[in-house]
């Protein structure tokens, strides 16, 4: 009869075990499958925030090269204008300072 009890808790305990065996590994893959998600997510939001700073750089880079050629041209058109305006008062000054001299 104590042969029949122990092969009954040896069975119960079999089955504990397998039980605690069982949890312990759901446990486990539940907090791999968590770790591997967030890390997964960590570098998802890392690329994008380094793929929104380079974007954020060469629009930066191109809008003042932008500007800067912009600002070279108005000067330089500033310069031929004034330039043609300095060659039109002088031509004008000469061709009065002529037709009077004659």
């Excluded at 690329?47 to 912009?70: E, K, P, R, S, T």
């Excluded at 600002?71 to 031929?80: A, H, Y």
């Amino acid at each position: 009869m104590g042969a029949l009890v122990n092969r009954k808790h040896s069975l119960g305990n079999q089955i504990v075990t397998h039980y605690l065996q069982a949890v312990v590994l759901v446990v486990v893959v539940v907090v791999v499958v968590v770790v591997v998600v967030v890390v997964v997510v960590v570098v998802v939001v890392v690329v994008v925030v380094v793929v929104v700073v380079v974007v954020v750089v060469v629009v930066v880079v191109v809008v003042v090269v932008i500007a800067v050629v912009v600002l070279i041209v108005v000067v330089v058109v500033i310069v031929v204008v004034a330039v043609v305006v300095v060659v039109v008062v002088e031509a004008t000054v000469l061709v009065v300072v002529v037709s009077i001299v004659i």
